[in-house]
T-cell receptor, first 115, second 109 residues
Framework: SQTIHQWPATLVQPVGSPLSLECTVE??????LYWYRQAAGRGLQLLFY??????ISSEVPQNLSASRPQDRQFILSSKKLLLSDSGFYLC??????????????FGPGTRLTVL | SQQGEEDPQALSIQEGENATMNCSYK?????LQWYRQNSGRGLVHLIL?????REKHSGRLRVTLDTSKKSSSLLITASRAADTASYFC?????????FGAGTQVVVTP
């Protein structure tokens, strides 16, 4: 069966510090991968998606970046965090397809607090 | 603009009661999905209904889709305390899946 991992589960970082969140998927090959951010009590904002190694599409201009160094690994990074980067970050995968609207399977999330 | 919007924003019921929440969307879709999120956790896919389907069941869940009204409903029958969660509808927009702000459901014993 497929599983998706995210770490760390929680993170408290000072403003201006770097960030690296990792997501890995097991039990499937060539998945589409997604990074979302969720503000408290709100819906999900799509940040990045990837349909293959090294292929990253950004949805929202910001100081975050994403990389996919391996087929089932997706990393969210920042060189300098802002207060507004605080939130709940969710990684998700879906079956490899040109469609990005198929069922998505989510990781447990990372709670980021920037102070 | 928000493609899928859930209504109500919050719902409080007692165990055994039914819970109904609605999702309205703006543009034509080929499918609509419902997800559940327990507090502080990731989303879990519940059900996908295609545009040519009117109703779909999964256990105690019943989803309807009315494409003429551009709306969907999720019914949870005989609710349990474990159903306490936020429920989101997700619809395709611009080739991506867009999630609403969710309905927060609290089921009290």
């Amino acid at each position: 069966s497929q599983t998706i991992h995210q770490w760390p589960a929680t993170l408290v970082q000072p403003v201006g510090s770097p960030l690296s969140l990792e997501c890995t998927v097991e039990g499937t090959s060539n998945p589409n991968l997604y990074w979302y951010r969720q503000a408290a009590g709100r819906g999900l904002q799509l940040l990045f998606y990837s349909v293959g190694i090294g292929q990253i599409s950004s949805e929202v201009p910001q100081n975050l970046s994403a990389s996919r160094p391996q087929d089932r690994q997706f990393i969210l990074s920042s060189k300098k965090l802002l207060l507004s980067d605080s939130g709940f970050y969710l990684c998700a995968w879906s079956v490899r397809s040109e469609r990005l609207t198929d069922t998505q399977y989510f990781g447990p999330g990372t709670r980021l607090t920037v102070l | 603009s928000q493609q899928g919007e859930e209504d109500p924003q919050a719902l409080s019921i007692q165990e055994g009661e039914n819970a109904t929440m609605n999702c309205s969307y703006k543009t034509s879709i080929n499918n609509l999905q419902w997800y559940r999120q327990n507090s502080g956790r990731g989303l879990v896919h519940l059900i996908l209904i295609r545009s040519n389907e009117r109703e779909k069941h999964s256990g105690r869940l019943r989803v309807t889709l009315d494409t003429s009204k551009k709306s969907s409903s999720l019914l949870i029958t005989a609710s349990r305390a474990a159903d306490t969660a936020s429920y989101f509808c997700a619809t395709p927009q611009g080739g991506k899946l867009q999630f609403g702000a969710g309905t927060q459901v609290v089921v009290t014993p």
